[in-house]
C-alpha cells in the first residue's frame, strides 16, 4: 500500500516567551528568556524558585469562567492552543468530514497541580472522603484530547501519549502514521504541560534536575555551556494540524511543510540518566532518516533536546555527532530550551514548531546564555549561540528524550509539490 | 431572603456560572441551570462545606431545586 504524503496545515501555541505563534517565533528569533521567579505558588523554601511560566496568561480571555473551573491548567492550554491551530488551519465541522478529524494530544504527567489540590484538601480533613466529583475527570491525562474533540466536535480518532518529555514527539509521530496509513484526513496533535507547583518543582527539585541558578534565572538554562546545572522549567502547550496532502491541497489549505519522518527508540539503560553514549538518541535519528529516505546531509537544523544538564547535553551530541560525521560540522544546531525553558510533555511539539518555523523562514533560532565553552564538546560543531542565523534551512530535525529511557525524533521538510 | 438562601443561591452562581436572576427557587439545577450529573455532586458538597454537614445520598438525590436545597438547609444547617 502506497503511504500517503502528510503535512502541516495549521499552528496554535501558547508559550513561556509568546502566547500565539507569531509571539513564539519573534521570542526565539529575539532570544528571549521565559525564566523568571515563580508566581503560581510561594516557592520560598524550595531549592529552585524560577521557572518559565507562560505571561499575562488569563484562562478566562479564552474560555467561559464554568467551563475553566472544571479543567487543569494543562487541558485549559491544550484547549487555547488548538483553538489557535483549527483558526489557523482555517477549518469547522461544517468544512470536514468529521468522522475523519482525529486529536492526539499529548501531556507528561497531566493534571498534577488538580491531583495535589484535592490530596491536600483531603489530608488537611478528619479522614472524611470529600472529594471533587471533577477530580478524576480534571486531572486523567487524555481528557485533553477528549476536551477538543467536543469543542470541535471532530469524532475521529481520539487518544492521549505519555512518553514523559518525549510525549509530544510521540504524538506527533502517532498521527503522521494515523494520516499515511489514510485512517483520518486530518489530526490536531501536540501537547500541553502545566506542573510548575510544589509537587512538580519539588518532585524534580529531589532528582536534582532543575538549575538552582536562583541569583540569575533568565541565564539558568544554558544548555551547552560549561556552567549548565540542570533544566529550567517550562509550560505551555503547542497544537499543529496534520493533514493527508491531497485534502490540504482541495482545498486550498495554507501548507507550511511536510512531515518526511519520524522514529522511536528506548535507552533500556536507566530510569533518568542517558545512555552514555547516547545510543538510544543515535538510534532514534537513524531510525526517522531511514523512515523519511533522508540522509544527514539532506538536514540544515537540529533542534536538540538540549535540556542544559550536565549529562544529557553531552549524551546526545555524542549521538549527532555519530550519526552525522562530517555533516555534524555544517549543520545548526540549537536548544530553544534555552528561551523556553524545558516544557516536559509540551517540549516536543513547542520544539517541532520551532523546526517549522526555521523551515518556512530558512533562520535557524539561536541556544542563549552561553558564556563559557565546554570542553567535552567540539568547538566545530555550531550551536548557533546567541544569534539568530539565516541559511537555507531544506529539513529540521527535531530530538526528544523522556524520563523512562524514550527517545522521539520528527525531520520536517519543505514542501514541494 | 433568608441568610441562607442567600448563602446557597450565591453558590449556585458561582458553581454553575448562571445568572443571579435565574437562580429561582423553582429552578431545577439540571433542567433549567445547565448542571450535569456532576455538578449536582459538587453542588451538595459545597452546601456541606459551607453549613458544615453531611448530607446522606439518599437525601441528596431528593434535592432537585434551588428551593428544595434551600427548605432542606434551613431545617438541617448547623449555622
Redesign the interface.
Known amino acids: 500500500m502506497q503511504l500517503k504524503r502528510v503535512v502541516v496545515t495549521g499552528i496554535g501555541a501558547l508559550t513561556p516567551i509568546g502566547n500565539n505563534l507569531q509571539e513564539y517565533w519573534n521570542g526565539l528569533l529575539n532570544g528571549v528568556s521565559g525564566a523568571d521567579f515563580i508566581t503560581q505558588f510561594d516557592a520560598s523554601k524550595f531549592k529552585t524558585r524560577f521557572a518559565c511560566e507562560l505571561k499575562n496568561f488569563d484562562p478566562l480571555n479564552f474560555l467561559d469562567r464554568k467551563e475553566a473551573r472544571k479543567i487543569d491548567r494543562f487541558t485549559q492550554t491544550a484547549i487555547i492552543s488548538s483553538d489557535m491551530a483549527v483558526i489557523d488551519a482555517g477549518i469547522n465541522k461544517d468544512n470536514v468530514n468529521v468522522d475523519r478529524v482525529g486529536v492526539v494530544f499529548a501531556s507528561g504527567i497531566g493534571g498534577l497541580i488538580t491531583f495535589q489540590e484535592e490530596v491536600v484538601n483531603f489530608a488537611k480533613g478528619d479522614g472524611t472522603p470529600r472529594f471533587n466529583p471533577f477530580f478524576i475527570p480534571k486531572m486523567i491525562l487524555d481528557i485533553a484530547a477528549g476536551h477538543i474533540s467536543m469543542r470541535h466536535g471532530f469524532r475521529g480518532p481520539n487518544f492521549a501519549v505519555v512518553s514523559a518529555c518525549a510525549s509530544s514527539t510521540n504524538a506527533i509521530m502517532d498521527a503522521f502514521n494515523l494520516i499515511r496509513l489514510g485512517k483520518a484526513d486530518i489530526i490536531l496533535t501536540g501537547g500541553a504541560e502545566s506542573v510548575i507547583s510544589e509537587a512538580g518543582v519539588g518532585g524534580f527539585n529531589a532528582m536534582k534536575a532543575l538549575s538552582e541558578r536562583n541569583d540569575d534565572p533568565k541565564s539558568a538554562s544554558r544548555p551547552y555551556d560549561k556552567d549548565r546545572d540542570g533544566f529550567v522549567m517550562g509550560e505551555g502547550s503547542g497544537t499543529l494540524v496534520v493533514e493527508e496532502l491531497e485534502h490540504a491541497l482541495k482545498r486550498g489549505a495554507k501548507i507550511y511543510c511536510e512531515i518526511a519522518g519520524c522514529g522511536a527508540t528506548a535507552d533500556a539503560h536507566h530510569i533518568t540518566a542517558p545512555h552514555p553514549e547516547g545510543l538510544g538518541a543515535k538510534n532514534v535519528m537513524l531510525v526517522a532518516f531511514e523512515d523519511a529516505g533522508m540522509k544527514p546531509e539532506d538536514i540544515d537544523y537540529v533542534n536538540t533536546h538540549g535540556t542544559s544538564t550536565p549529562l544529557g547535553d553531552i549524551a546526545e551530541v555524542k549521538a549527532i555527532t555519530d550519526v552525522f560525521g562530517e555533516h555534524a560540522f555544517k549543520v545548526n544546531i540549537s536548544s530553544t530550551k534555552s528561551m523556553t525553558g524545558h516544557c516536559l510533555g509540551a517540549a516536543g511539539v513547542i520544539e517541532a514548531i520551532a523546526c517549522i518555523q526555521a523551515v518556512v523562514h530558512d533562520i535557524v533560532p539561536p541556544t542563549i546564555n552561553h558564556f563559557t565553552d565546554d570542553p567535552e564538546l567540539d568547538a566545530r560543531l555550531n550551536f548557533t549561540f546567541e544569534k539568530a542565523q539565516q541559511r537555507t534551512v531544506r529539513a529540521a530535525l527535531s530530538n526528544t528524550f523522556g524520563f523512562g529511557g524514550h527517545n522521539a525524533c520528527v525531520i520536517v521538510k519543505k514542501f514541494e509539490a | 431572603m433568608s441568610d441562607i438562601a442567600t448563602r446557597v443561591k450565591k453558590i449556585i452562581v458561582d ?3 448562571v445568572e443571579e436572576a435565574e437562580v429561582t427557587n423553582e429552578a431545577s439545577f439540571t433542567n433549567d441551570l445547565g448542571a450535569d450529573s ?2 449536582t ?2 453542588l451538595i ?1 459545597e452546601f ?2 459551607e453549613f458544615n454537614i ?1 448530607i446522606p445520598d439518599e437525601q441528596a438525590e431528593t434535592i432537585t431545586t434551588v428551593g428544595q436545597a434551600v427548605a432542606y438547609l434551613e431545617e438541617h444547617a448547623k449555622v
Do not use: R, Y
Open positions: 458553581k454553575l456560572g456532576l455538578d455532586v459538587e458538597m456541606e462545606k453531611s
